[in-house]
C-alpha cells in the first residue's frame, strides 16, 4: 500500500474520527444543554434576569433619596390645634381621625409649589441616584390617577396633576432611577380598614376581606405604577407587619411584580422579611432582594446579603412643622461613608411641604453632601465593604485596584498608620486633589506608615486613596501578635463584638466599644504568646457620671479578673487601671474576654483596650 494510500486512508480514518467527535461534542452539547436548567422565562417569553444583574445598578449606586409626601403634609403633626406625637405620615392613626374626617385633608391639597425637575436636580445635585416616593402610605391616598379608585390626586384634590407622572417624566430626563415605595397595610380601603387602625394599639384585628383588597385593589394598582410609571428600579414595600398579610402572601407579590418587569428590584417588606433589628430575613426563603434597616447601621453590616439602610434627616418620615431636629452635613456624610464600607446602601429621607417645597434644612443638607459626593463619589460608588475589620482613623471602602482610605480622625504627627493590607501599595494620594500628586509612603510588611498634610483638608471625611495591584489582601482578622518586648495590647477596632447592640465607635474622641446597653453583649480578642510568664492585665475605658458600678470579668488562659467600672467623668475621659496579674506559661493562641457581670445603670463601659504588660521577673 502506497504512502499516498496510507495517507489518504488515514485522512479519511482521521476525517472520520473528527466527524465522529464532532457528533460526540454536539451530541453532548445538546445533552448537557438539555440537562442545563433552562435560564427562567416568563409565560410571555421574557428571560427573567438573574439577581447579579438586577441589582447591579442599585449596588452601584449607594445613594438614593426616600420622600414621604401626601396629604398628611397638610396637618404637618398638628391636629384640633394640638401638636400629635410620633411621625407625620401617621397622624391619621396617632390621633385616631376618623376617615371621613382625614378625607378633607385631600380637599385641602394643592402644592401649587410643587416642580419635580426641580426635586430630581436637587437629588442628582446631592450624587443622588435613585428616589422612592411614597406612591400610597399607610392612609392610602394615591399620588398618581388610579384608574382603580377615587381616592387619588386627579379625583380627590384640586390639584389635579398626576405627581408620580411628572417624576417619572423629571428622572428618566435626569438620569435617576425613579422608585415606588407602597404600603400594603391600608387605613382607608373597606376591605383593608380595621387591620390595624382604629385600634392600632391594641395589636390590631383582622379584616376577612383582606385577600381581597390584596387581589382586587393592591395588584391592579401595582399594575398601573409599574405599566403606566416605569420601567421602575425598586418597588418599595411597607406595612407588611400586619396580622393579615403573611411570607406565602409575600411570595406570591414578588412573583406577581416580577412579571410585571422581571428586572425589577424588590426589598424584603414585600413579605415578612423584616425580623429582628436589623429589619433583615435570616431564611434564604423569604422573599425580597435586599434588607432593610430603619434608622440605625448595622453594627458589623449584613454579610453575605444586600441591604440598604432607610433613614430620616430629622425625626420624622412625613413633614411636620416644628421637627427641627436636623441631623448635620458631618452625620449624614459619615453615616453613607460608614453604611458604604459595611457594603449597603444609604437611603435618605425628605419630607416635602404641602406646599410641594423640600423644606430648606434638607436642602442645605443635599447640596453640602453633593459637594464632598462631586470630589470623593468614587469612593463610594461601585465600591465594596471594607477589607479590614474596623479602623480606628475612619473607614474604608474599596474596588479592585484601590483602597480608599475615610479619614475621621486625622492623625496630629503627619503619619497615617495601616495596617494589614498585605498588597504592594503602588502609590498614594488625595481623591480630592485632582493632580494626584502622590503622598510618600513607606511599607513593612502589612504595616503601611503614609505622610499626610498637618491640617485635614476636609474635616469631614478626606479620602486617601491606595492604588495596588488586584483586590486587596488583608491579613486576618483577629489573630494579634505580642510586642517585640512582649506586650500584648487588645484595642477596640481590633475586637470580635459578640451580640447586637454593643458595637466599636470612633471619632469625637471615640476609639471604644461602647453603646454596650446590653449585658449579654461581651468582647474578645484572639492573640499569639510567644513571649511567656507574668503579666500585669490593664484596661483603659470611660464612663459617664450615673452610669458606673458595672462589675466585669477579663479572663484569659482560664485565669478570670474581675473589675469594677467607675465614673471617669464623661464617655470620652478615659483613664487607665490594673486589673491584676495573669500568667500564661505556653506560647500557643489564646482568647482573651470581657465579659459583663453586672450592669446597674443602663450601661457598662466605653471600651477603649486591655494590654498584658510582661512583668520582669527579678532574678
Ligand atoms: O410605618 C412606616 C413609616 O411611616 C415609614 O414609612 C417607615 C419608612 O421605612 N416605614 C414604616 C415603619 O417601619
Not at 405599566?227 to 398579610?245: H, M, Q, S, T
Not at 510618600?440 to 503614609?450: K, R
Request: net charge neutral; aromatic share 10%; hydrophobic share 35%.
Amino acid at each position: 500500500m502506497d504512502i499516498q494510500l496510507i495517507l489518504s486512508r488515514r485522512r479519511n480514518f482521521i476525517c472520520t474520527i473528527a466527524i465522529t467527535a464532532l457528533c460526540m461534542v454536539v451530541m453532548l452539547g445538546c445533552a448537557r444543554e438539555a440537562t442545563k436548567p433552562p435560564s427562567p422565562t416568563l409565560p410571555t417569553g421574557k428571560r427573567i434576569p438573574s439577581k447579579d444583574e438586577r441589582m447591579k445598578w442599585w449596588r452601584d449606586a449607594r445613594l438614593g433619596m426616600f420622600i414621604h409626601w401626601g396629604i398628611y403634609s397638610v396637618p404637618a403633626g398638628t391636629y384640633k390645634d394640638q401638636q400629635v406625637p410620633g411621625t407625620g405620615e401617621w397622624i391619621m392613626n396617632s390621633a385616631h381621625i376618623p376617615v371621613a374626617e382625614y378625607e378633607q385633608f385631600a380637599k385641602q391639597f394643592n402644592p401649587a409649589k410643587f416642580n419635580a425637575e426641580q426635586w430630581v436636580h436637587i437629588a442628582k445635585n446631592a450624587g443622588i441616584k435613585y428616589i422612592v416616593i411614597t406612591s400610597k402610605h399607610h392612609d392610602g391616598f394615591c399620588l398618581w390617577d388610579s384608574k382603580v379608585s377615587n381616592y387619588d390626586i386627579m379625583d380627590a384634590t384640586p390639584f389635579k396633576r398626576d405627581i408620580l407622572k411628572e417624576l417619572s417624566a423629571a428622572c428618566k430626563k435626569q438620569g435617576i432611577r425613579l422608585c415606588f415605595y407602597h404600603s400594603i397595610m391600608d387605613w382607608h380601603h373597606p376591605d383593608a380598614q380595621g387591620t390595624f387602625f382604629p385600634n392600632y394599639n391594641d395589636g390590631g384585628r383582622s379584616n376577612p376581606n383582606f385577600a381581597q383588597y390584596a387581589e382586587n385593589y393592591m395588584k391592579p394598582q401595582l399594575k398601573e405604577l409599574v405599566n403606566n410609571y416605569g420601567p421602575l428600579g425598586v418597588l418599595w414595600f411597607d406595612g407588611e407587619w400586619i396580622p393579615d398579610w403573611t411570607e406565602e402572601q409575600g411570595k406570591d407579590l414578588y412573583k406577581y411584580v416580577m412579571g410585571l418587569q422581571p428586572n425589577i428590584i424588590i426589598n424584603n417588606r414585600v413579605g415578612k422579611g423584616r425580623k429582628g433589628m436589623e429589619g433583615l430575613s435570616k431564611d434564604e426563603e423569604s422573599a425580597g432582594d435586599f434588607g432593610t434597616p430603619e434608622q440605625q447601621i448595622p453594627p458589623k453590616g449584613l454579610p453575605g446579603v444586600d441591604w440598604e439602610t432607610c433613614m430620616t434627616m430629622n425625626d420624622t418620615w412625613g413633614y411636620v412643622s416644628d421637627d427641627n431636629n436636623w441631623k448635620s452635613t458631618e452625620a449624614l456624610l459619615r453615616n453613607l461613608v460608614d453604611i458604604a464600607s459595611k457594603g449597603g446602601n444609604f437611603l435618605l429621607n425628605v419630607g416635602p411641604t404641602s406646599e410641594g417645597l423640600i423644606p430648606q434644612p434638607s436642602v442645605e443638607r443635599l447640596a453640602a453632601m453633593g459637594e464632598w459626593m462631586k470630589a470623593n463619589g468614587e469612593s463610594i460608588y461601585g465600591t465594596t465593604a471594607s477589607p479590614f475589620g474596623m479602623v480606628p482613623w475612619g473607614r474604608c471602602t474599596a474596588k479592585p485596584g484601590k483602597v480608599y482610605l475615610h479619614i475621621f480622625n486625622w492623625p496630629t504627627t503627619g503619619k497615617l498608620e495601616v495596617t494589614g493590607l498585605i498588597n504592594k501599595v503602588e502609590k498614594a494620594y488625595l481623591l480630592a486633589d485632582n493632580k494626584q500628586a502622590g503622598l510618600a509612603v513607606s511599607q513593612d510588611e502589612d504595616n503601611i506608615v503614609i505622610s499626610v498634610p498637618e491640617k485635614a483638608p476636609d474635616t469631614i471625611d478626606t479620602v486617601v486613596v491606595l492604588e495596588i495591584k488586584g483586590k486587596p489582601e488583608v491579613v486576618p482578622q483577629g489573630l494579634l501578635k505580642q510586642a517585640k518586648d512582649g506586650t500584648v495590647i487588645l484595642k477596640a477596632s481590633n475586637a470580635t463584638v459578640h451580640g447586637d447592640t454593643a458595637r466599636y465607635e470612633s471619632g469625637g474622641g471615640k476609639d471604644n466599644i461602647g453603646f454596650w446597653t446590653d449585658p449579654q453583649d461581651y468582647v474578645t480578642w484572639d492573640f499569639k504568646v510567644t513571649t511567656t510568664g507574668r503579666f500585669n492585665v490593664e484596661i483603659t475605658f470611660a464612663c459617664s457620671p450615673g452610669s458606673g458600678g458595672s462589675e466585669y470579668s477579663v479572663s484569659v488562659a482560664e485565669q478570670e479578673l474581675i473589675g469594677t467600672v467607675r465614673e471617669t467623668g464623661s464617655w470620652t475621659e478615659f483613664v487607665s487601671e490594673k486589673l491584676g496579674t495573669v500568667k500564661i506559661s505556653k506560647a500557643g493562641v489564646y482568647t482573651l474576654t470581657v465579659k459583663p457581670k453586672t450592669m446597674p445603670r443602663g450601661a457598662v463601659m466605653n471600651l477603649k483596650s486591655i494590654t498584658l504588660v510582661p512583668i520582669k521577673e527579678t532574678k
